[in-house]
């Protein structure tokens, strides 16, 4: 997001003076929430779903976890290139494979060398 | 997040070739998983957490959303600042108040003046 | 389940002194995290999926919430039996109809007319 | 729950036709849209809920198991039994302890010996 919409977002809060519900906690419950309403454009079918309704929810999911990094002060850009950094070398490109089976399987294998997924 | 933190998230899938996995309702699946993955962070304690752990799911959490945005093909601002314009309409700033049971109650008041909240 | 399956679930916190961190709201969070357990078996795929880990996932789940029922004072075959009812008058059984783009749409339809799911 | 109960959950399903829509992955992903509705119960406080409202959603995650054990051909007692005597070896009662940290601590010890959680 555009530093205009993240200021957005951080206004919003301040001006209604709710940073007092934005504890980590409140805010990991919200995200966990709206991750649930997303998940029910898809409740009955994989297939066919409400694209506006899935823009709203994906963007209520977005908007809570960028109140969890401005209240625990952190920065997008670190804490996901430093995910990614984990992610390249857990999955390495030159092992990766086609078949959902595979790929579980796959991802097994790393996580029973020790290689732990969180 | 820059331009190039989410070129790194989509060459990272491109290399495996792991967009056949990532459909919208695979992802909404993973969303809610990594969002729960999160929440645990906090499962017996609101205040004593792990900020290390946390980051990483948070992140696992952001990384997630940016793949859903991809396969749809749309872009973090628009939506978001689709639904904070819905947001702000909905929870007027001069009508903002202290307390938790009142913010439910306002929220709630909203919603059966057929405001749903989505 | 049984009384004795039940009974079973409640030595254990019991024993452990673990009703202290039972409260309604961290238990609301572990039926959360544990339900985000038992979507992963099905995280890649609808159909392939290992029944042994499901086993294990759908009975933390339902091992949680009779921690709830426990904290909370609440019978199982009261609070279904209640929703049931309201569920049977929701959706009546002779317009129950076929595809689930339709399910969906009935399940809309009924809820435009004030009829929220809960 | 009694047969009983079970038996209207049941029926309520046979009634509608609506075992095509049962499979075990829309199961899943019901189970964790009901879980994070309950949680919504305690989205911004831990103390002050709406019991009513957590007895509807405690019993939609209850009916949406019962639904899961149904299509899978389970029994809550069988998997529920086999999961308390993996809990049971895990957590010995003689080294349960007081404090969420150490509770926290405890269990992550026990993680570390290789004893994953599930």
Same mark, same amino acid.
């Given at each position: 997001?555009?530093?205009? $919409?993240?200021? #957005?977002?951080?206004? +919003? $809060?301040?001006? #209604?003076?709710?940073? %007092? +519900?934005?504890? @980590? /906690?409140?805010?990991?419950? !919200?995200? !966990?929430?709206? /991750?649930?309403?997303?998940?029910?454009? +898809? %409740?009955? !079918? *994989? $297939?066919? &779903?409400?694209?506006?309704?899935?823009?709203?929810?994906? /963007? *209520?999911?977005?908007? &809570?976890? %960028?109140?969890?990094? *401005?209240?625990?002060?952190?920065? /997008?850009?670190?804490?996901?290139?430093?995910?990614?950094?984990?992610?390249?070398?857990? &999955? @390495?490109?030159?092992?990766?494979?086609?078949?959902?089976?595979?790929?579980?399987? &796959?991802?097994? $294998?790393?996580?029973?060398?020790?290689? !732990?997924?969180?």
């Amino acid at each position: 997001m555009t530093p205009k $919409t993240i200021e #957005r977002i951080r206004r +919003f $809060t301040d001006d #209604r003076n709710w940073h %007092q +519900f934005h504890t @980590p /906690a409140n805010l990991a419950k !919200s995200i !966990s929430i709206e /991750a649930a309403e997303l998940l029910e454009c +898809f %409740q009955w !079918s *994989d $297939t066919e &779903y409400d694209i506006e309704h899935v823009k709203e929810e994906l /963007a *209520d999911v977005l908007v &809570y976890c %960028q109140n969890m990094l *401005d209240e625990l002060g952190l920065d /997008a850009d670190e804490i996901v290139n430093s995910k990614m950094a984990k992610n390249e070398a857990k &999955y @390495p490109a030159e092992l990766a494979i086609g078949s959902a089976k595979e790929y579980t399987e &796959y991802k097994n $294998t790393l996580s029973d060398k020790g290689i !732990s997924e969180e």
